[in-house]
């Protein structure tokens, strides 16, 4: 047993109904004027749950499936021309780190860009932050990281500034999530929990919530790609993403994610699409011991399968995974800008630009 430090201070509520609660996990949690950030979907529920509740001031209701610099800046000012004293992120982690980042800047003196690029450090005091994930699969609810994207550059920003003061998550509000997307983001969740697992900086208590997060999510996941309906699955998927998120918060993520940036940046595959794309090639170039070790754990006989499973989930939803399936793919470039993202750092197998570039060339 090694040393280790452990710490998660989200409050977090979860369970079918907890959504109907906020009012009441609003006052508990002493919030007094609130400002929302969610996407255009959810944004007429958004502006009918102001009209019933004083406290919910205003509405940023254009979030991007990447979320833009701009919308953070939008839901900052709102924020202080409401003199509001929490954000609320309702959505996908588009939203819930579009409120992280607005709650960070909205009492500073500099606009977002000078946050975004690090010429300003953050404010010392920034807004509460209530997050409530309407997909099974981010995990943001439960991290310090916000993924925020200005002009071409797509950024992932790590500060204990993001970390949100309480989760709120309900699997209910899973349901009418369309089947590619619950894949997306479901297998997402996996590579939390595998990378987490595998990271160089993973501990004992991280690694119990990856193992339990790989085998929930594993049972759980085709049925609610199937049927949207099933809440028990719902409920499932959501207690696997939560402890996905849990599972990676400290270790962070490691090879897969690196090359998902490059995958959404310049082939435009959905995060979840794209950090599953490169998934199973992981796990087979990660097999080691402690990889069979979690594999035997979730009931599975060993690394292959593992990777056959992930495979077949890909296939079930159509996902792409080759890179003829991309177009015209600069497989020197993506190597390259895959071995340069710090991530890379993480994975426990070194991975340089020519051990990439050999991966890629299998994924033809």
């Known amino acids: 047993m090694t040393d280790f430090v452990y710490a998660q201070p989200v409050k977090i509520f979860f369970g079918a109904g907890q959504f109907r609660a906020l009012g009441d996990i609003l006052t508990q949690l002493g919030a007094e004027r609130c400002v929302i950030a969610c ?10 749950m102001c009209e ?4 919910l001031c ?23 021309e409401c003199k509001a004293d929490t954000v609320i992120g309702i959505g996908g982690g588009s939203s819930l780190d579009t409120a992280k980042f607005a709650a960070a800047i909205a009492l500073g003196d500099a606009d977002a860009l000078a946050y975004y690029r690090g010429e300003k450090p953050f404010p010392a005091k920034r807004l509460r932050i209530v997050a409530v994930p309407t997909t099974a699969g981010t995990g943001s609810e439960v991290t310090q990281v916000s993924v925020v994207s200005h002009d071409r550059e797509k ?11 309480a989760a709120i998550v309900d699997p209910e509000l899973s ?22 697992y595998w990271s160089r900086n993973h501990q004992p208590i991280s690694d119990l919530m990856a193992i339990e997060a790989v085998r929930v999510i594993l049972a759980n996941l085709e049925t609610a790609y199937r049927d949207g309906a099933n809440l028990e699955a719902r409920s499932a998927m959501a207690y696997g993403a939560l402890l996905g998120g849990l599972s ?19 082939y435009h595959l959905p995060h979840g699409e794209a950090c ?43 996902l792409r995974r080759r890179l003829s399936e991309l ?38």
């Open 39 to 48: 996407g255009r979907h959810f944004a007429p529920t958004a502006r009918a």
């Open 52 to 55: 019933q509740d004083a406290r």
């Open 58 to 80: 205003a509405v940023f209701g254009e979030v991007e499936q990447n979320p833009q610099l701009s919308g953070v800046a939008e839901t900052a000012r709102l924020a202080r």
């Open 155 to 165: 950024k992932t920003i790590n500060n204990p500034v993001f970390m949100p003061t």
């Open 175 to 196: 349901a009418s999530v369309p089947p590619r997307t619950t894949m997306n983001t479901g297998l997402d969740a996996l590579a939390h929990a595998l990378e987490g």
């Open 248 to 266: 990676f918060a400290l270790p962070k993520t490691a090879a897969c994610h690196a090359c998902s940036y490059p995958l959404s940046e310049d």
């Open 276 to 318: 599953a794309f490169t998934l199973d090639s992981f796990v087979r170039l990660n097999a080691d011991e402690r990889l069979e070790a979690l594999c035997r754990a979730v009931g599975l006989r060993g690394t292959e399968e593992l990777a056959q499973r992930i495979a077949a989930l890909k296939e079930l939803a159509g």
């Open 327 to 364: 177009g015209e793919v600069d497989v020197e470039k993506l190597a390259r800008d895959c071995a340069a993202h710090p991530l890379m750092n993480n994975n426990p197998v070194p991975m340089d630009e020519a051990s990439l570039r050999a991966m890629f060339e299998a994924l033809r």
